[in-house]
DNA sequence: CAACTAATCAAGTACTCTCTAGATTACTTG
DNA sequence: CAAGTAATCTAGAGAGTACTTGATTAGTTG
């Protein structure tokens, strides 16, 4: 064989190593399901049921995310449990996302048309909320389940399920400035409770990313098991 | 209908608009399209001998890179010329790289087996090559074609297309160390310039980033048109 | 303006992927 | 140990993708 050709069989194979990753995120199903790992683990059955599959095709379509290496899984009792592989993972999808909101004008018309115009108020960036936190003249709340808060949130932030909102609106302290965040930018929990926490005439915004940004910029994290391990103070990301 | 059946309805249309790019970068073939765009702009032509596609299956996957956004093109004369659309495809694919690296036992091998123990003379990393650099200590060698190098290159580098390095050696100064870099990590043209330098009593390592990367760090560039716009300097990331 | 060339188009075939439905496995619990 | 449940497996129909071949378009050049 020529050395030309052994580069040409060596470049196929390394490209077909690259699309088997591509492969897997060549699915709006498989996506939507990465998304959801990225809040915290859950069952074949939790992610079937969020995402409307029925548990034989969600079970498939993780297999094949497994095979490609982005998701790992472990069996306790009945229950086979999906977690992302890989902080990497989190990154691909988030980098994907980005071009499809710089590049696909039909993506940027379907976002208007769902959440008509969501700059007012205007969203808080995770560089002003951090600033804010420190001087503790801002309440964060977490508008995921309660599932999601405990298996990671925002260090200091407080659980209010969107569902729950509305009967502990007295017990929100008055005065404070809120700031509600959800799943990621196109998720609309904190859209929701912003507009709730006005409806009531408290100051309150949306912080325009997720906690899965959050944590993959390195900024500081809590969880159930370890509450606040990290104090809340500026990182180099 | 329902407000959750609304939002079932919102979900799939965008995470199928994110699918779009997923799988776009689903094919061997469209991925090699969009690492060669990278280094450069390219005629369908240029991409489809470098690729070993035939013109028809070349032209069709630029289409489908075009479709999802990820590329653009203009017609100049009786060629047209695609190029990346925009640094989040290149990102993107980047990132998918390091999905691969970290996750695919399989690339792990394959690149072991055919580049074998790439660790001697060790990689010189991007923020090592800057220092030095500043220090005019060394000389970086672009060892691509020299139509990737006019088309863009590390700022003060010398253009010495692997094919003419041979003859080219004693040109080159005595005493300097080399610095060569290619496409990027696991194109060859900076191991066999390498390879030849020290073969001729040079001292000479490898970049282990390619050009495109450095571009996306951000760190200093120059192309022909503009030599060295920027000074080698420092600059954040 | 005829010959030439880069690129695209159109159509067909082979292949791959997706989803469903029903069967099966693995584990738990009464 | 039988009944129940989460998850997977298997097989098959239908949809979508990839590559080839030959025709066509758009632009250049003698």
Not at 37 to 47: F, H, I, N, Y
Not at 94 to 105: C, D, F, G, N, Y
Not at 128 to 148: H, N
Not at 181 to 204: F, K, Q, W
Request: hydrophobic letters at 40%; a positive charge.
């Amino acid at each position: 064989m020529t050395a030309d050709a052994t580069q040409r069989v060596f470049k196929d194979r390394l490209y077909g190593q690259f699309a088997r990753i591509g492969k897997a995120l060549s699915s709006a199903h498989r996506l939507e399901l990465l998304e959801l790992l990225a809040q915290g683990d859950r069952t074949v059955e939790a992610l079937a049921t969020e995402t409307g599959l029925s548990m034989a095709n969600a079970s498939q379509h993780l297999q094949a995310l497994r095979a490609a290496g982005l998701v790992e899984n472990e069996k306790r009792g009945l229950f086979v449990h999906y977690r992302l592989s890989d902080p990497s993972v989190f990154e691909v999808s988030r980098a994907l996302r980005t071009v499809a909101e710089r590049r696909l004008a039909d993506l940027q018309r379907l976002v208007r048309d769902h959440f008509g115009d969501r700059s007012d108020p205007e969203p808080v960036s995770m560089e002003e909320l951090l600033d804010r936190a420190r001087s503790g003249r801002v309440v964060i709340l977490d508008t995921r389940p309660a599932t999601e808060y405990d298996s990671g949130h925002i260090a200091g932030a407080l659980s209010v399920p969107i569902g729950e909102l509305k009967q502990r609106l007295k017990q929100l302290p008055k005065g404070k400035e809120f700031v509600a965040y959800c799943r990621g930018p196109y998720c609309v929990y904190a859209d929701r409770a912003v507009e709730l926490l006005r409806a009531n005439g408290r100051r309150a915004r949306r912080l325009s990313a997720g906690f899965p940004e959050w944590k993959a910029t390195g900024l500081p994290v809590a969880d159930q098991r370890h509450p606040a391990p990290q104090t809340v103070s500026r990182r180099r990301r």
